[in-house]
């Protein structure tokens, strides 16, 4: 099956009230055990890289791996760039063939914000590529789009204003989550995710969903979140398998053998988002 985008995918999840995991790769195995996820439980899925990740390789190289494993699925792929922070960088992944662009303005002022993703938005729009943007700042730190705890949330009138004015295709909310380990559990503002649906129409997209309790990520999907993204905790598992090898055998020196362990957990750790986010079975 070939690339698909992002654009149907989310409002069939709108509309039937789940939502789709996107899981953030960084090698060959990763997107292997991602895929392997998906079509064992029969659901669609996104694969996305950040902009640090394609600093490591280019936009091409993980375009390639997710290309050729959407190719041999039988269930819908989409390859998503996460928190793309710059023009430049979100032309480089749409020019690779991505199926959906993030653009990353959270950082900048409202106008700001809305004048670059607007960008954005006219330039993949002309090819039918969904854009994705953020408006408040979820905490912690994605490679270099940095927040922290005392960043304002998604102010709902502010989201609609934006919405407007760009174009999106869905928006990024920062309802309480963060980037990377959480030190507690995270306290989610519930009310504020649902006063943005009840104004926003399109779908919404939960960040920094690594460590927020499964329950919080269904009431969040309940509230109309469309899109769920993992990415630290599958780091955390890929490095599990890596470790847990070389502990037990230090002489291993063929990566093949600790990243086969590295893949098959973060294969375990994917299926269970999906039943999560309830998207199995929606292939």
Known sequence: ?????????LLDAQKNGYAVGAFNVENMEM????VAAAEELHSPVIMQTTSGTIKYASVDYFYENVKVAAQNASVPVVMHLDHGNSFDIAMKAFRAGYTSI???????SFEENIALTKSVVDACHAANIPVEAE??????????????ENDPYTNPKEAVEFVEKTGIDSLAVAIGTA???????????????SEIRKLVSIPLVLHGTSGVPD???KECIKRGI???NYATDLRIAFSKGVKEVLANDPTVFDPKKYNALGREYVKEYVMNKINVVGSANRA
């Not at 099956?1 to 995918?9: A, H, I, P």
């Not at 993030?102 to 900048?108: P, V």
């Open 1 to 9: 099956m070939s690339l698909v985008t992002t654009k149907e995918l």
């Open 31 to 34: 997107v292997q055990a991602v």
């Open 102 to 108: 993030m653009i990353d303005g959270s950082a900048k």
């Open 135 to 148: 408006l408040g700042k979820v905490g912690g730190k994605e490679d270099d789009t940095i927040g922290g």
């Open 179 to 193: 980037h990377g380990v959480y030190k507690g559990v995270p306290k989610l503002d519930m009310d504020r995710l």
């Open 215 to 217: 329950g919080d990520v």
């Open 226 to 228: 469309c899109k769920v």
